[in-house]
């Protein structure tokens, strides 16, 4: 499903039926996919939206709009666009990071939140020669099987997940790979979080 949010065209994967929607909001170097297994388990209770961010999957990629409020918008979009009456917001990572922004909206309809391994809302600083090591991170298929073995997994992942993580990093367009480490984790929402108001959960390993 192509929807159309923020001035650019967002993919969506809708599945399940319920009262109560489950937001799905991938990882810096994910995709909708990213989300099949839980989704798998939990569209026979709830409905489920997954989606593409900006640059990344089947969605557009501008040139430029990839700050955190972007994304937040974008994600809002959908929400609107869907009609969706009660949600909660389920992010991983930096879409941890933009489902906390979007929950500090106070958005009708906001049931709750779910971060899992989130980014935090302060800002990620690193030494700048790690930060370039970052913005290189998904230029090749090497370099995103060194990251997937020594930063994103601690087991093994069966290997038709490993190849999808392999191609949706691969797939993400250069800006997207780029603003993330260079700019977005850098940005400060602390004091927006302070107004969030529903329920969250934090699930870390």
């Known amino acids: 499903m192509e929807i159309k949010s923020n001035g ?8 399940g039926s319920g009262k109560l929607a489950l937001v799905f909001l991938h990882y810096w170097g994910g995709s909708s996919r990213t989300w099949d297994g839980v989704v798998s ?3 026979g209770q709830y409905q489920t939206i997954a989606t593409d961010h900006r640059g990344w999957g089947d969605s557009d990629a501008p040139e430029q709009g990839y700050t955190m409020a972007d994304l937040a918008d974008d994600a809002q979009g959908v929400i609107e666009a869907l009609k969706l009456q009660h949600y909660v917001l389920v ?3 930096m879409g941890g990071k933009v489902a906390q922004l979007l929950a500090s909206r106070r958005p009708r309809g906001l049931q709750g939140v779910v971060l899992v391994a989130p ?3 302060s800002p990620m600083v690193l030494p700048d020669e790690q930060r370039a090591a ?3 991170a998904y230029d090749s298929r090497e370099s995103i099987e060194w990251v997937l073995d020594n930063v994103l997994t601690v087991q093994a992942l069966a290997p038709a997940s490993r190849e999808q993580v392999i191609a949706d990093s ?3 367009a250069p800006q ?3 603003a993330w480490p260079n700019a977005a984790m850098l940005e400060d929402i602390s004091c927006d979080v302070a107004a969030i108001e529903v329920p969250v959960i ?3 390993g």
Do not use: D, F, N, T
């Open 134 to 136: 970052m913005s290189q």
């Open 41 to 43: 388990e939990l569209s």
């Open 170 to 172: 691969l797939r993400g």
């Open 8 to 15: 650019i065209r967002i993919h969506v994967k809708a599945q």
């Open 202 to 204: 934090v699930i870390a």
């Open 91 to 93: 992010g991983h990572s």
């Open 176 to 178: 997207a790979k780029a």
């Open 119 to 121: 980014s935090p809302p």
